[in-house]
């Protein structure tokens, strides 16, 4: 592991999670419920970003991971009594397994075939899920875990950290390389010795795990597991956008585009109900159409200076 | 004897299934072939076709068939406006479609078909609607066909065939299918290969919005703004068990879901009819990425 020269983006966001780490504290109730939501959807961000936005494989059935996590946390929870906390780890765990199993046959295909597959999967999933009533059928479940906005909260702050962690180890770690080639060039790099099916696998599996363990948290924080909303694409469409909008790949751009997706969705939310997503589907179509490096992206670009502190 | 009637009649109905299903995928695969491009808002189109159908039936009194007409005209319009908003800027002066594109393209249409479904809600709300319309049946020996299924699948048919003679035998029509082989040689024969793609991308939405209003003979109380989400991935599926291209492969991946889904429903409930007819895709993807038939 080599990890030279951590720059100010690192620091900054180590300071920032710092911050979050004392904020419950400091501020009410109220504030802190909307920053389980924006850790959460931080912690989704970061998840897609290990494999659409560092090898460019856009996973439109991403939130099927997310729906494993919230089941498993569901079913553990309310069959064998199973502490949340440990129903968030087996969370993790089955999103790690299922992204294996998933990935190891769709990431042969590239492109739209992979992107496709990933969406029928996502839909199968749900219809699968429908027809079992070990799950709950289309009905779900409904938890009784009382309301717990610390361990929530410190357990999705948790969550993100090692994301970050991760994202950096991976972004300044011999790793990277390997990652980057593959999405310039996946061909040219495995013909220079890069082992892409296996880099490309182990970022799936990392994007699964914490999509479950986010899933899992979603179903502790809203008491229940429901198929239409758990394994509804528009999960995959917001962590799409985040990290769009922020800039695919980087280590910043994940928090960046939670920030400026979910703040304005959560004030549309109480101003003009159902038309958040409306606002957030355009603005994915206005962003992948005109400016696709997301906000990172292009001020690495226009800017010299920039570009040495972002990353 | 009824034995025999119950199967025959399953097969029958699989069939006419497989062809409404055929010619609403039949769009996709006509742009996915042309430009390799991959519309995921594919199902949200098919979705607007309906509402039109519907809509055309509520102030017109339209039934479905004539709906389709209208549909199919006012594809080429929504076509040619897609192009030149989402294709365009990506394909323009480009041998052939970049990965970078490709990922520009999929994950823009994806915004669109969340923007256009959560929008439809607003506009249309979320309740289930449809078409009350049924010409009868028609006897046919001991089985009782009904009639709107059967104009639907006969035009169906014909769309499709129409397709193949107009990409087979016209000029134009060979320009789209020389553009789909090399747009470079295309060019350097005379056609303008913006001209060619926007072409062929708006007779794709036409064949589309047209599918949709078919597709409401099939489903009474089923239109719905979310009925993209179980349209698109048959689509996908079908396209690719015909291989991304062939004009006909869209009948045979059609015809081959309607059956598969038929007979499962005969086992299972219909949620997983349809979870195993979508995860078809994957096994065809692995051993027959060129589709079923070469």
């Not at chain 1, 931080?42 to 290990?50: E, G, P």
């Not at chain 2, 594109?101 to 439809?120: I, K, Q, R, Y």
Request: aromatic letters at 12%; one cysteine or more.
């Amino acid at each position: 592991m080599r990890i030279a020269g951590l720059g100010v983006t690192f620091f900054g966001l180590l300071a920032l999670m710092l911050l979050l780490l004392i904020l419950p504290f400091a501020f009410p109730f109220s504030t802190s419920v909307i920053l389980i939501n924006l850790l959460f959807y931080t912690a989704l961000a970061y998840s897609i970003n290990f494999i659409t936005g560092m090898t460019g494989y856009v996973s439109f059935g991403h939130v099927v991971f997310l729906g494993i996590g919230a089941y498993a946390l569901g079913a553990s929870a309310d069959v064998y009594g199973l502490d949340p906390v440990l129903g968030v780890l087996l969370g993790a765990a089955l999103g790690l397994v299922f992204a294996l199993a998933i990935g190891l046959v769709t990431l042969r295909f590239r492109g739209v075939y992979f992107a496709i597959s990933t969406v029928v999967i996502a839909l199968a999933a749900l219809n699968i899920v429908l027809e079992l009533p070990q799950l709950g059928g289309s009905q779900g479940i409904i938890l009784n875990l009382g309301f717990q906005p610390y361990s929530w909260y410190y357990t999705i702050w948790g969550i993100v950290l090692f994301e970050m962690l991760i994202t950096y180890y991976i972004n300044r770690g011999k790793l990277g390389f390997g990652i980057r080639a593959i999405k310039s060039d996946e061909d040219a790099a495995r013909s220079v010795g890069v082992n892409v099916s296996a880099l490309k696998l182990y970022l799936f599996g990392l994007s699964g795990l914490f999509a479950g363990a986010g899933g899992a948290v979603f179903a502790w924080t809203t008491s229940g597991v429901f198929p239409y909303e758990t394994f509804s694409l528009n999960f995959s469409l917001q962590m799409l956008a985040m990290i769009i909008i922020g800039g695919v790949g980087t280590a910043l751009g994940p928090i960046l585009g939670a920030v400026v997706v979910y703040l304005p969705s959560y004030y549309f939310l109480t101003v003009a109900i159902g038309t958040q997503l409306i606002i957030i589907g355009f603005a994915v179509v206005v962003i992948a159409l005109f400016i696709p490096e997301g906000i990172v992206g292009t001020l690495k670009r226009r800017s010299a200076s920039l570009r040495e502190l972002l990353e | 004897m009824v034995a025999l009637a119950v199967i025959l009649s399953d097969l029958l109905f699989g069939i006419m299934l497989g062809c409404v299903f055929a010619v609403v995928a039949h769009g996709l695969n006509l742009i996915w072939g042309v430009v390799k491009v991959v519309n995921i808002a594919h199902g949200e189109f098919i979705m607007l076709g309906a509402y039109g159908a519907y809509f055309l039936n509520v102030f017109g009194g339209f039934n479905p068939l004539l709906s389709a007409v209208v549909d199919g005209a006012l594809g080429i319009f929504v076509g040619y406006a897609f192009y030149f908003s989402f294709l365009h800027r990506e394909l323009r002066g480009k041998e052939r479609i970049t990965l970078r594109s490709e990922m520009v393209t999929l994950v823009s249409t994806f915004g669109l078909s969340l923007f256009m479904s959560n929008l439809a809600v607003v506009a249309f709300t979320g309740d289930f609607v449809g078409i009350n319309w049924s010409p009868g049946t028609v006897a046919l020996g001991f089985l009782e066909l009904p009639l709107g299924a059967l104009y639907v699948t006969i035009l169906a048919v014909l769309i499709i065939s129409t397709s193949v003679v107009f990409l087979d035998r016209t000029y134009i029509g060979n320009a789209i299918k020389a553009y789909s082989q090399d747009i470079t040689a295309t060019q350097l024969v005379g056609a303008n290969p913006t001209k060619v793609a926007s072409l062929a991308t708006a007779l794709g939405f036409s064949i589309t919005m047209a599918g949709g209003a078919l597709l409401t003979v099939w489903i009474p109380t089923g239109i719905n703004p979310y009925m993209g989400a179980l349209y698109a991935p048959i689509s996908f599926v079908i396209v690719v068990l015909g291989g991304p291209g062939k004009m006909l492969g869209s009948l045979l991946g059609g015809l081959t879901l309607g059956v598969v889904i038929d007979v499962l429903q005969a086992f299972v409930p219909v949620s997983l009819a349809y979870a195993v007819a979508f995860l078809l895709l994957i096994p065809v993807l692995l051993f027959r990425p060129e589709g079923i038939v070469k």
